[in-house]
């Protein structure tokens, strides 16, 4: 069925049982982001170190989409440098636009092209990014 | 069912397509905006054929005949919601609608107006639509913005009625009825607290104007707003009525050509009410295909639609209370409701219901529903919501009612 | 001619009909409004009969397709202009879009606004639209509103350009091209003046973006309004352009759904641009008719437009300036200015020259246009206004100088 | 022609040399209407004695039809009483409603009959009723 293109086993697991999920006592920086036309919420906590991402939790109500794919990233880019994580980032996004016709690069996205499938439902793309762009603009805060 | 609507479904030739997986469009999102019948489509096209120009403004033959279909359109309207024709402004939507009303009360020259320490009212459960113009307006002026409460039952709280309405009050404007819970508001109730103190009273008809008969002057109130889009009728048109002796005491609040009585290079003075309320060139083609929705519904009768929503949702409801892990977030009782239903699965988002209802063909809409001090008060961070309107059926309710059992096992809810 | 547009007349479903006196309609009227291509009616219907649903707001696939076709209007209108898309806010005319800039600087709360003491600057020649949103924002903050004149030849009044654009001066909102003169404006040399003191300027395109290719980069403005049903798009849908970083300075001035970022019982938080100036259920079908007429503009070409325009209009002053006891208001040569030319009649009042040109089925407009303060200035009680565009003709040229000796005959004019 | 049925030679007559025009130095009464889709402007004094009007004159610009029944109403109200001009008021603006249905009482409106055929040209409508609003509203308010 279309849907479990959608709905993949990974998405649902880490809905189910996300990661990184909770805020940490400690951050360099808090950002909160929103959907407003969903009103899926996201707040997120980021420390970096010499342009490493060592701490980065979150927590939010949202859809599993948002919830898993936020879950997802936190996974991936703890431990990465900030230009790695741009990059991971930057392919992510591609896949969202990739409007079904790309399967993403496992290489670099690992578990998130569990995602491709998000790309063929358009209303559903700000769910998969909404954590990804709190990353961005937390990470992008810290650097400069 | 006792009226039997089914015939009116091949009037909307969207029904004629196929969604999501090549299933047949079942359309429960009427509360966002509702279908159009080959009429209205027609009346629209057929203005842009046959009549297309700038009303009001030429000698020619054409724009006498655009200028009266617009006209008519606007009588059309008046006698919908039993007004005088000269009461009915044209606007782009509900929303400008309000907002209008907001301005006009927001402008110190209006005879009538809003200021420091005066307070406006409004509901818990408003549409953003029917509370942000207010809030602004309370910023602009200093006036304070009060509400009156949602029960957990999804009614309005009217145990504090005379400690939130007092005499201070200039405005009080209320839902007919709420987007998110189906709930009717006690307009009469409210009308008289507000009449007691000389407030004036705005109904929000978004929800209400396309679903059943309703009249100005029995609801005793002094501002209505609904939009074409929700009512069969176009989307880009919208209706604003007033009182007229109010209207008349009102600044407008868009400013431009056609809604003057005279203009130097440092001021300006405006014409009479409606006109004044409509600058520019009109969305004609709208008021057009917006009278021809009216056509439409006073053919099958308002009575008969209102009937026909109460025997579906009575139908949906007893069906849904029974479904273990679904919560319907407004009343389950007929008392006082309309075709609106909101509602809950535990463990599964709203908005993960609704894609795997989509996968079915069923349209529903997830979310906040543009009421989200609602959703808060309710503790929710959102509901899917069906809602439903003549075109319906009690075959759709089944199938809404078979895929939710679908979404409860596709996202494994236990219970 | 040079450039054979006669092919296009026939997309146009309304030069079937017959109009008074049997005769065909000769259609000179379109800076008024603009008459509509079979293939602006069908997008619009289209729209109705397969995507119809709120856009922005649904789970389910039609709420998918509206929005993909609404944002793909907003690409296209984009595009038109030089544009990016997240600068293009969909209103209801040229008129709201006016009145968004206004009430947008008028608000303290943006970043950028207008304070007691400022001075706004339009032009003698504006229309309405373009001038009394600006006297009220003058008058709600204080500010000053200062003019540009009127030459006796139709054109802007220079002389003075940097008496009347000052070091306070803040805004300058003018029209590209005069909808009673036909005259172009000097937009680079005010631009410049503008610049020189730090103010924003404001074109009112209403009479160009139809007619002529324009960039919004190239002219060097900050913002742009212009409307659909003059561009060959339906009614009910304007286009606001504004520069993005200061469209984000601003508050938005229409409340409701759609626009927000977060909303409590107290207070709200916007939405980015575009979207927090597009509160409500958006005119979608009418802005996917728009999308559809700049298709159809750009298949013609707009250069291919303008020749044509040029060609008539030349053709059409060459005529007319031979008529005895007619009298062009406006230039009469052909540097800088478009397809509209006012005239008048002497002993006959415009709306009688209008009457009688009725009779022969060529709709022209009569009065002031509204542009009362122009009138005023040039001691007019009004003009007689034809005004062209694609699917005219030489030959609706010849028909309209004809009917002008016959205006002088029916009217016993002497001379 | 259809065009001759509008402009009746009775009213190019009164277009062409236009009664009671020019503003008389005494009045009971100054009204100004104007009609501002098209431009039109009457200014009308009014003179009325035990509810009879006495004095009628007027100025104004506008259209054939709209200075022509200003001109021909002064030539019909001038001596008659409040009522009795109030009924002819009446007459002439069902005659305009009529939609070339009716011809007009001539007994009633004399030379206004003359405008009957603008009844079928709906924007002129408003024009030939120009100057009887103004009387009315100036009539109405020396009656108060
Ligand atoms: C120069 C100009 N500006 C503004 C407008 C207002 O446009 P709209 O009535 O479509 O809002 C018009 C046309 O009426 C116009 O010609
Ligand atoms: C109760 C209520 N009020 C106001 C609105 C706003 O209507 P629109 O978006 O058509 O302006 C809506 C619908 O969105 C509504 O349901």
Redesign the interface.
Known sequence: ???DS??QEVI?DHYRSPHHKGLSANKDIQVHH?N?????EVTLNLSMKGGVVTDLTWDG?????SMASTSVMSDLLVGKGYKDAMNILDNFVELMQSKGQSVGDESILEDAVAFAGVSK????IK?ALLGWMAFKDASSQVMQ | MSIDLSSCKKDFPIFERKVRGGNSLIYLDSGATSQKPNSVIEAESNFYRTVNAAVHRGAHLLAEEASEAYESAREKVAAFIGARSNEVIFSKSATESLNIIAYSFGNPDSRINIKAGDQIVVTEMEHHANLIPWQQLAKRTGAELRWLSVTADGRIDLTNLDQVITKKTKIVAITHQSNVLGSILPVETIVKASRAVGALVVLDACQSAPHFALDVKKLDIDFLAFSGHKTLGPTGIGVLWGKFDLLEKLEPSLFGGSMVDSVTMESATWAATPRKFEAGVPNMAQAVGLSAAIDYLNHIGMHNIAQHEQDLTSYLLKGIVGISGVKVIGPVDMKDRGGVVSFTVEGVHPHDVGQVLDQYGIAVRTGHHCAWPLMRKLNLVGTTRASLYLYNSKSDVDSLLESIEKVKSYFKVSK
């Open positions: 069925m279309e849907l959608l709905y649902l929103n407003p036309s969903c009103g899926d109500v949202g859809c599993s989409i439902f358009p209303a559903r769910c």
